[in-house]
């Protein structure tokens, strides 16, 4: 570990503070302080050899940290609790979560996968479609402050639209829910710089419907979301 | 670990001091990989992100919608000659200050829009048509040689536009809306010099023989809300 260098005393006479920097300053950063090996080692320490640090000497966690949550049990939102106001979209809430990142991280990568079964009605002048926006929050550097970022939530939107029905009539005859217009969606992004803190992901549906149309519903069988901090 | 302290009764000066530091710094610097504990180490030990496993990262976001028109004619051969930019990143990003090999993970992601004629009118999309999309980088070589643009080939994706047999003109209900999601490792070896760019690409992918209706050669198709991001990795 060649990371701590000698101490080279300046003073005349011998100083007790430089004495004191030399053996135990935790915030001075001073590589000639022991305290160094406490948050101090870097990439010399690492770059291979007999004296540095191997992987299997680190704890799991210390460089990555990961969350992933999958689930298989089927979540329904129905038409009836939907509306396009901003406040009022409705949460999924199997596609959302809270993640405590506990070091400030160089890149957080997150994204979810879903695959979405969507009552979707053919109407000639307003066809049926649901809608689906990630927000996620969290605390960059530059900002230091809580992150709402416009463009990597746009990017991570999307529409679940009226799709393939049958050929002669609006309506299949087996009723709503033609399966080719199912969407399996797969999204992910990036931040960089995330100070140390809570990282909020949040999936929240909405829907154009025809008045008539409360019960239709859409369905998500199975999905996932994940979150991975790196430093 | 010995330290070599002064001896009792003697006047300590500036020397001892600095000796034992030295007797300590010595020891604490040779201890040798045998000697330490497995997973002795947390992230209390290392310092702040600036020394992680991350060497570079970069996030481009492309939202507005774009046509794509371009029509590969085979399939891989074809591409990368009939291909259009969906997102480029220039990052001229050089890897001669990291040590050992650097694996840069790409990912890249978007919607398909709507299928259109070229003046931008919605169309039913044959089903001999597809939409193809992929990963391309050009790097710089050990001798400094900028490289021809490179498709990595296992970045490619095919998507079929699905057929609308109520399809109309005048609603919009020929929205098709599917994901595109594709991502790719590429991997540099410790003397080559620099990875220049990125680029997420794409093209119109068509069948050997259109049937009636047919598709028309400058069909089109739109996208959005593309991301591309790409992140450098230590390697061994």
Same mark, same amino acid.
């Given at each position: 570990?060649?990371?701590?260098?000698?101490?080279?005393?300046?003073?005349?006479?011998?100083?007790?503070?430089?004495?004191?920097?030399?053996?135990?300053?935790?915030?001075?950063?001073?590589?000639?302080?022991?305290?160094?090996?406490?948050?101090?080692?870097?990439?010399?320490?690492?770059?291979?050899?007999?004296?540095?640090?191997?992987?299997?000497?680190?704890?799991?966690?210390?460089?990555?940290?990961?969350?992933?949550?999958?689930?298989?049990?089927?979540?329904?939102?129905?038409?009836?609790?939907?509306?396009?106001?901003?406040?009022?979209?409705?949460?999924?809430?199997?596609?959302?979560?809270?993640?405590?990142?506990?070091?400030?991280?160089?890149?957080?990568?997150?994204?979810?996968?879903?695959?979405?079964?969507?009552?979707?009605?053919?109407?000639?002048?307003?066809?049926?479609?649901?809608?689906?926006?990630?927000?996620?929050?969290?605390?960059?550097?530059?900002?230091?402050?809580?992150?709402?970022?416009?463009?990597?939530?746009?990017?991570?939107?999307?529409?679940?639209?009226?799709?393939?029905?049958?050929?002669?009539?609006?309506?299949?005859?087996?009723?709503?829910?033609?399966?080719?217009?199912?969407?399996?969606?797969?999204?992910?992004?990036?931040?960089?710089?995330?100070?140390?803190?809570?990282?909020?992901?949040?999936?929240?549906?909405?829907?154009?419907?025809?008045?008539?149309?409360?019960?239709?519903?859409?369905?998500?069988?199975?999905?996932?979301?994940?979150?991975?901090?790196?430093? | 670990?010995?330290?070599?302290?002064?001896?009792?009764?003697?006047?300590?000066?500036?020397?001892?001091?600095?000796?034992?530091?030295?007797?300590?710094?010595?020891?604490?610097?040779?201890?040798?990989?045998?000697?330490?504990?497995?997973?002795?180490?947390?992230?209390?030990?290392?310092?702040?992100?600036?020394?992680?496993?991350?060497?570079?990262?970069?996030?481009?976001?492309?939202?507005?919608?774009?046509?794509? !028109?371009?029509?590969?004619?085979? %399939?891989?051969?074809?591409?990368? /000659?009939?291909?259009? @930019?969906? =997102?480029?990143?220039? $990052?001229?990003?050089?890897?001669?200050?990291?040590?050992?090999?650097?694996?840069?993970?790409?990912?890249?992601?978007?919607?398909?829009?709507?299928?259109?004629?070229?003046?931008?009118?919605?169309?039913?999309?044959?089903?001999?048509?597809?939409?193809?999309?992929?990963?391309?980088?050009?790097?710089?070589?050990?001798?400094?040689?900028?490289?021809?643009?490179?498709?990595?080939?296992?970045?490619?994706?095919?998507?079929?536009?699905?057929?609308?047999?109520?399809?109309?003109?005048?609603?919009?209900?020929?929205?098709?809306?599917?994901?595109?999601?594709? !991502?790719?490792?590429?991997?540099? %070896?410790?003397?080559?010099?620099? /990875?220049?760019?990125? @680029?997420? =690409?794409?093209?119109? $992918?068509?069948?050997?023989?259109?049937?009636?209706?047919?598709?028309?050669?400058?069909?089109?198709?739109?996208?959005?809300?593309?991301?591309?991001?790409?992140?450098?990795?230590?390697?061994?």
């Amino acid at each position: 570990m060649a990371i701590i260098t000698n101490l080279s005393l300046t003073n005349p006479k011998l100083d007790l503070e430089d004495i004191y920097k030399g053996v135990y300053a935790p915030s001075s950063g001073l590589a000639t302080s022991l305290e160094v090996l406490n948050g101090g080692l870097e990439q010399t320490n690492y770059n291979g050899g007999n004296v540095s640090i191997e992987p299997w000497m680190v704890q799991n966690g210390t460089f990555a940290q990961g969350f992933y949550h999958g689930f298989d049990r089927w979540e329904h939102t129905y038409g009836y609790q939907i509306s396009t106001d901003d406040d009022s979209r409705i949460v999924h809430s199997a596609l959302s979560t809270k993640v405590f990142i506990p070091w400030e991280a160089n890149v957080v990568m997150y994204g979810f996968q879903a695959w979405f079964e969507h009552d979707a009605d053919y109407d000639e002048t307003r066809p049926e479609i649901w809608t689906y926006r990630l927000k996620i929050k969290s605390t960059q550097t530059a900002q230091d402050t809580v992150l709402e970022n416009a463009d990597h939530q746009t990017a991570l939107q999307g529409k679940l639209p009226w799709g393939r029905s049958d050929k002669t009539a609006a309506h299949p005859t087996a009723g709503f829910m033609p399966e080719e217009q199912w969407r399996y969606v797969h999204k992910q992004g990036m931040l960089t710089s995330v100070k140390k803190g809570f990282f909020t992901f949040e999936l929240d549906i909405s829907a154009t419907l025809d008045e008539d149309n409360g019960d239709s519903k859409i369905k998500t069988p199975t999905g996932g979301v994940w979150v991975l901090a790196l430093r | 670990m010995a330290i070599v302290r002064p001896d009792s009764s003697t006047t300590i000066d500036k020397t001892d001091i600095t000796d034992m530091h030295e007797n300590v710094r010595t020891e604490i610097n040779a201890v040798p990989a045998s000697n330490i504990g497995r997973g002795c180490f947390n992230h209390h030990h290392f310092q702040a992100s600036s020394n992680g496993v991350v060497l570079f990262s970069h996030v481009e976001n492309e939202l507005d919608d774009a046509a794509i !028109s371009s029509n590969a004619t085979s %399939e891989l051969g074809g591409f990368l /000659l009939n291909k259009e @930019n969906v =997102i480029s990143a220039s $990052l001229a990003q050089s890897l001669t200050s990291f040590d050992g090999k650097v694996y840069v993970l790409v990912q890249f992601n978007c919607q398909i829009g709507q299928y259109q004629t070229a003046a931008g009118d919605n169309k039913n999309p044959e089903e001999e048509v597809m939409a193809i999309f992929g990963i391309s980088y050009v790097y710089k070589n050990s001798l400094g040689i900028t490289s021809s643009e490179t498709l990595k080939a296992e970045s490619v994706r095919c998507v079929h536009f699905p057929h609308n047999k109520l399809y109309d003109s005048t609603s919009s209900a020929k929205t098709q809306d599917i994901t595109v999601s594709l !991502s790719c490792v590429l991997k540099f %070896e410790s003397d080559e010099q620099e /990875l220049t760019t990125v @680029n997420a =690409i794409a093209s119109l $992918l068509r069948g050997a023989a259109p049937t009636s209706p047919g598709w028309a050669a400058d069909d089109k198709y739109t996208i959005l809300n593309g991301t591309l991001t790409i992140l450098g990795l230590r390697g061994d």
